[in-house]
């Protein structure tokens, strides 16, 4: 059982799938950026690619994605013809780089026509050096049908990530997600006939009016549709970010010790199930590939979550999109009508983000080793002393421990992992409010 410290996740932090993260972004990158980072790529490196699909059948509340309704035709016809455009923009700079894996995100990449998927991935292939790529999709349950299905099957997806979050009727109102747990047992019987062989299931915790019971229900049928992995995240309220979530109950949502007992109950069911534990807040199947890179010591952490992915390189394209460089962290511009002027004008459509220091790439890697390993050797680290202080409640706690310059985190220090790595993070005095709980 984790033991609860509240004094030690007072403090909001980030979720680190980047260092620095977006909230220190800003307008001092632009297209030439894009253009510089691209020239430096290493061409037989391995590279992913990220194509966002900003669209959704229906918006939920809760959602923090840039998506928009997928409700004229004619606008998403657009949007993928920019799209187009920026691949053939991207590609004729390092259409040589070999590409071992494709996401598709968004918003919800099945709110537009399967033909037009179909189409996108043999644009992509047919741009980059795409020998044998991992494609994966993120799919919204209501609306996937057979031919979304067939769709997947031609184009060779072999993963796909359910937006699930709970099976609670009750709580599925209070979010703005209405989804009957037909849709998923349907979704699932359908990707399998497809060929796809990593079924993951977003679940959520911490959601208004859900209690422990509900969670262990969700848990527990979710569990018998027989999911590879699952991602158990803490819902994060921040409506003065994101203003549909003023739609959500503030008053009907679980404190800070009910919140942790949630994320506690659905790390033990789904160790007592047989999954394998991974990072924080993932769960994967014995011989799933990133339950074997936690156990070989090869997980990464990105833009999508933990992750196997060994690329160093991050290719985003679509609006709001973000490339990850180690040089720079690049986002190309939110609106899809101001992304597909600048497209169309025959640029990048780069508008936010930083370029990194030799300090940050030092940070980012010991941050994603504590996320990733639970250790890190911190001697490269300018400031360690004060890293140390800041950890001493911890380590009076027994959640920490160092040998010399390595920091070691305890098993129990999982609900921990991401206040902890926030000791390396020299940006965070500076937005302190702009995050969730730390579980």
Same mark, same amino acid.
């Given at each position: ?21 977006? $909230? ?11 253009? =510089? ?13 990220? $194509? ?13 994605? =840039? ?142 009016? %859900? ?44 404190? @800070? ?15 007592? @199930? ?9 769960? $994967? ?10 156990? @070989? ?6 833009? %999508? ?7 160093? *390189? ?17 986002? =190309? ?52 002393? @004060?890293?140390? *202080? ?50």
């Amino acid at each position: 059982m984790w033991s609860y410290h509240p004094e030690l996740l007072a403090r909001a932090v980030p979720r680190y799938t980047s260092y620095p993260t977006a $909230a220190e972004f800003g307008d001092a990158v632009g297209p030439g950026d894009m253009a =510089n980072a691209l020239a430096g790529i290493d061409v037989d490196a391995p590279v992913s690619l990220y $194509a966002h699909i900003p669209y959704c059948r229906a918006i939920c509340w809760y959602c923090g994605c =840039n998506t928009g309704a997928a409700n004229r035709t004619a606008r998403l016809a657009t949007y993928m013809a920019r799209l187009d455009e920026e691949i053939a923009l991207v590609a004729d700079r390092v259409g040589d780089v070999r590409i071992g894996r494709i996401a598709f995100g968004g918003g919800s990449p099945n709110a537009i026509d399967p033909a037009l998927f179909v189409a996108l991935v043999a644009r992509l292939r047919g741009a980059f050096r795409c020998e044998d790529p991992v494609l994966s999709i993120e799919i919204d349950p209501r609306g996937f049908d057979a031919e979304w299905a067939a769709a997947l099957g031609a184009t060779g997806v072999s993963r796909a990530s359910l937006g699930v979050q709970t099976l609670d009727p009750q709580v599925q109102t209070a979010i703005g997600r209405v989804q009957p747990v037909d849709d998923i047992h349907r979704t699932v019987a359908l990707l399998r006939g497809a060929g796809v062989a990593s079924i993951n299931f977003d679940l959520m915790y911490g959601l208004p009016g %859900q209690t422990e019971a509900s969670l262990l229900a969700t848990l527990r049928d979710s569990i018998a549709m027989g999911p590879d992995r699952l991602a158990v995240f803490g819902y994060a309220h921040v409506p003065d970010l994101i203003p549909r979530q003023r739609r959500i109950d503030s008053a009907a949502l679980a404190g @800070a010790e009910a919140r942790f007992a949630q994320a506690a109950l659905a790390h033990a069911v789904l160790i007592d @199930a047989g999954y394998v534990a991974v990072g924080f807040d993932h769960f $994967a199947r014995p011989g799933d590939a990133l339950a074997r890179a936690s156990e @070989a010591g090869t997980l990464r952490r990105n833009f %999508q979550g933990f992750t196997e992915d060994p690329a160093q *390189t991050l290719l985003g394209l679509g609006a709001s999109s973000i490339s990850d460089f180690p040089v720079a962290l690049l986002q =190309n511009e939110k609106n899809t009508g101001r992304y597909g002027m600048r497209i169309d004008a025959g640029g990048f459509a780069t508008a936010r983000g930083l370029r990194r220091t030799a300090e940050d790439r030092g940070r980012a890697r010991a941050i994603e080793l504590i996320l990733t390993r639970g250790v890190a050797d911190l001697a490269a680290v300018a400031g360690i002393d @004060a890293v140390r *202080t800041q950890l001493l409640a911890f380590e009076r706690h027994d959640l920490v421990a160092w040998q010399g310059t390595t920091l070691q985190l305890a098993a129990d220090a999982l609900p921990y992992a991401r206040t902890i790595a926030s000791a390396l993070d020299l940006y965070r005095p500076s937005a302190p409010g702009r995050f969730s709980s730390a579980v």
